[in-house]
């Protein structure tokens, strides 16, 4: 069964801490990879996507990573602000570029100025 | 990429009633995704929407309860018959668009009562 597992599943840290999230996909036979960020009530807003055959993609602040041999996925977030508490989803597609999203549960993500 | 509106963006509705709810997209595409986020929980994928076809219905979801409609390459419905307080959710309308990336719209907020 495919499956992705987000840890830890929430985070506190002081304002400007360098943080890093977890991702963790059972099938490596992934098409792409995409995290996501989501405001309580809200969608979801896409940060970055990795297609499967890059290692990590950047966005300002934003860095993920890509590890399909060992089905994991990371994203850094530099100089964390308050205005990045939110949660943050990861989601693996599979079968190809119209294939399903399998998303992890999430991390929230609370930054304490 | 793809920018995605819906309407309504949230609605209290009394047991029993059904609730329409409307995805707009700002270009055409082949396939509409219609996505449930219950309170606390990750996204789960109701159905796969393509314009001319009966909807794709995910396990556990039903044409009966939650039909589908798709007239056109940029717009689509989604109905959710006689509510009980358990589709009390956030009903989310998503695209693949540009590289294979997916894009949500800001969801509709449904409460039962």
């Known amino acids: 069964k495919q499956e992705v597992t987000q840890i830890p599943a929430a985070l506190s840290v002081p304002e400007g801490e360098n943080l890093v999230l977890n991702c963790s996909f059972t099938?490596?036979?992934?098409?792409?990879l995409q995290w996501f960020r989501q405001d309580p009530g809200k969608g979801l807003t896409s940060l970055l996507l990795?297609?499967?055959?890059?290692r990590e993609q950047t966005s300002g602040r934003l860095n993920a990573s890509l590890d399909k041999s060992s089905g994991r996925s990371t994203l850094y977030i530099a100089a964390s602000q308050p205005g990045d508490s939110a949660t943050y989803l990861c989601?693996?597609?599979?079968?190809?570029?119209?294939?399903?999203?399998?998303f992890g549960k999430g991390t929230k993500l609370s930054v304490k100025p | 990429s793809a920018v995605i509106s819906q309407k309504p963006s949230r609605d209290i509705c009394q047991r029993g009633t059904s609730l329409t709810i409307q995805c707009q997209v700002d270009?055409?595409?082949?396939?509409m995704f219609w996505y449930r986020q219950q309170p606390g929980q990750s996204l789960t994928l109701i159905a796969t929407?393509?314009?001319?076809?009966?909807?794709?219905?995910e396990s556990g979801f039903v044409i009966d309860k939650f039909p589908i409609s798709r007239p056109n390459l940029t717009f689509s419905t989604l109905t959710v018959s006689n509510m009980s307080p358990e589709d009390s959710s956030i009903y989310l309308c998503?695209?693949?668009?540009?590289?294979?990336?997916?894009?949500f719209g800001p969801g509709t907020r449904l409460t039962v009562t």
């Open positions: 998503s695209v693949i668009a540009g590289s294979y990336e997916q894009y």
């Open positions: 989601a693996v597609r599979y079968g190809g570029s119209q294939g399903n999203l399998i």
């Open positions: 929407a393509n314009q001319g076809s009966e909807a794709t219905y």
């Open positions: 099938d490596s036979a992934i098409y792409n």
């Open positions: 270009s055409q595409v082949t396939m």
């Open positions: 990795i297609q499967s055959s890059q």
